[in-house]
């Protein structure tokens, strides 16, 4: 059975880092592109970064530069590291894996940014 698990959620302030862990099991992980996704209210989900298998890495432009994705395939497990965050990155992250027409999300973990 495939399970993605989101961690690392939570309340920070405007400037501060928060990394966020996905754990997946299920033997989905090592040829599989990861990636982060999120929701704010009210809003469609949309991408955040994704890491192929081989190491390549895509950002939105809205996070270039202040988020970084990265997988530890002896742990089965994508990180987002975030810094700088700000007000508008307030949202649900979800975790994700996709290969082919195989599809897997997590659950999700809040994350809220506010003073």
């Known amino acids: 059975q495939v399970q993605l698990v989101e961690s690392g959620g939570g309340l920070v302030q405007p400037g501060g880092p928060l990394r966020l862990s996905c754990a997946t099991s299920?033997?989905?992980?090592?040829?599989?592109?990861m990636g982060w996704y999120r929701q704010a209210p009210g809003k469609q989900r949309e991408l955040v970064a994704t890491?192929?298998?081989?190491?390549?890495?895509n950002y939105a432009d809205s996070v270039k530069g202040r988020f970084t994705i990265s997988r530890d395939n002896a742990k089965n497990t994508v990180y987002l590291q975030m810094n700088s965050l700000k007000p508008e990155d307030t949202a649900v992250y979800y975790c994700?894996?996709?290969?082919?027409?195989?599809?897997?999300w997590g659950q999700g973990t809040q994350v809220t940014v506010s003073s």
């Open positions: 299920g033997g989905i992980f090592t040829y599989y592109t």
């Open positions: 994700n894996g996709h290969r082919g027409q195989s599809n897997y």
């Open positions: 890491v192929t298998s081989g190491g390549s890495r």
